[in-house]
T-cell receptor, first 115, second 111 residues
Framework: GAVVSQHPSRVICKSGTSVKIECRSLDFQATTMFWYRQFPKQSLMLMATSNEGSKATYEQGVEKDKFLINHASLTLSTLTVTSAHPEDSSFYIC???????????FGSGTRLTVV | DAKTTQPTSMDCAEGRAANLPCNHSTISGNEYVYWYRQIHSQGPQYIIHGLKNNETNEMASLIITEDRKSSTLILPHATLRDTAVYYCIVRALNTGNQFYFGTGTSLTVIP
C-alpha cells in the first residue's frame, strides 16, 4: 500500500529556534498533503492543506507566518515551525491523498518538544 | 463534511468482538463512512470504509444502517494490539476534501 514517510520522528529544540519537518510520499505522487497537530489526549486538528506548486491553505486560527509550509515537489511537503515556543510542543502528523482504497495515508508523526 | 458522534471510551475483553458505534445523522448521499485508528504516538491507520453496503476486510467489518445515519465497526476477535483510539469520519470522495477528525472512541482491550 501507499507509504508516507515523516522525518524526524522526534525533535527537541530550544525556544526561539526553527524546526523543519519533512513529509514524503514514497511510492506515489501527492499533489495535496495535509498537516495536523495533536496535543496530549486530544484529537487531530487540521492545520493546513498543502498544494504542490501553490500556497498552502490554512485553517482558521493557524498562523501562516509561524507554520511555514512548502510543497515544492509531488513527493515532498515540509512544515517549518518558526520561532518555536514551548506551547508549540505537540505531535505533528502529515497525510496525503494516496488514491488507493484507503483514500488518505498518514505519516508516523513527529514529536516536537520546545525547551 | 457531516459530523459524527462516538462514545468517548469502551472496553472489550480479549478474544471477544468489539463493536464501535458511530452516529452520522446528517450524512449526505455522496459521503462515505471511513474508519481509522490511532495507536498511541503513531499516525492514524486506515481500517475500512463504505457507502451503503456492509463491508468486510481482513481487519474489520463495517455495518451501515439502511438510512445511513449510523454505523458500527466490528473487530471480530479483539486482541491487546487493538487498543487504540478509533475515529469515524464521513466525507465525500472529491479530491482535495479535508479530513476532519472528531473525538473518536478510546478502545481498551482487557486481557
Amino acid at each position: 500500500g501507499a507509504v508516507v514517510s515523516q522525518h524526524p520522528s522526534r525533535v527537541i529544540c530550544k525556544s526561539g529556534t526553527s524546526v523543519k519537518i519533512e513529509c514524503r510520499s514514497l511510492d506515489f505522487q501527492a499533489t495535496t498533503m495535509f498537516w495536523y497537530r495533536q496535543f496530549p489526549k486530544q484529537s487531530l486538528m487540521l492545520m493546513a492543506t498543502s498544494n504542490e506548486g501553490s500556497k498552502a491553505t490554512y485553517e482558521q486560527g493557524v498562523e501562516k507566518d509561524k507554520f511555514l509550509i512548502n510543497h515544492a515537489s509531488l513527493t515532498l511537503s515540509t512544515l517549518t515551525v518558526t520561532s518555536a515556543h514551548p506551547e508549540d510542543s505537540s505531535f505533528y502528523i502529515c497525510s496525503a491523498i494516496s488514491g488507493g482504497v484507503e483514500g488518505y495515508t498518514f505519516g508516523s508523526g513527529t514529536r516536537l518538544t520546545v525547551v | 463534511d457531516a459530523k459524527t458522534t462516538q462514545p468517548t471510551s469502551m472496553d472489550c475483553a480479549e478474544g471477544r468482538a468489539a463493536n464501535l458505534p458511530c452516529n452520522h445523522s446528517t450524512i449526505s448521499g455522496n459521503e462515505y463512512v471511513y474508519w481509522y485508528r490511532q495507536i498511541h504516538s503513531q499516525g492514524p491507520q486506515y481500517i475500512i470504509h463504505g457507502l451503503k453496503n456492509n463491508e468486510t476486510n481482513e481487519m474489520a467489518s463495517l455495518i451501515i444502517t439502511e438510512d445511513r445515519k449510523s454505523s458500527t465497526l466490528i473487530l471480530p476477535h479483539a486482541t491487546l494490539r487493538d487498543t487504540a483510539v478509533y475515529y469515524c469520519i464521513v466525507r465525500a470522495l472529491n479530491t482535495g476534501n479535508q479530513f476532519y477528525f472528531g473525538t473518536g472512541t478510546s478502545l481498551t482491550v482487557i486481557p
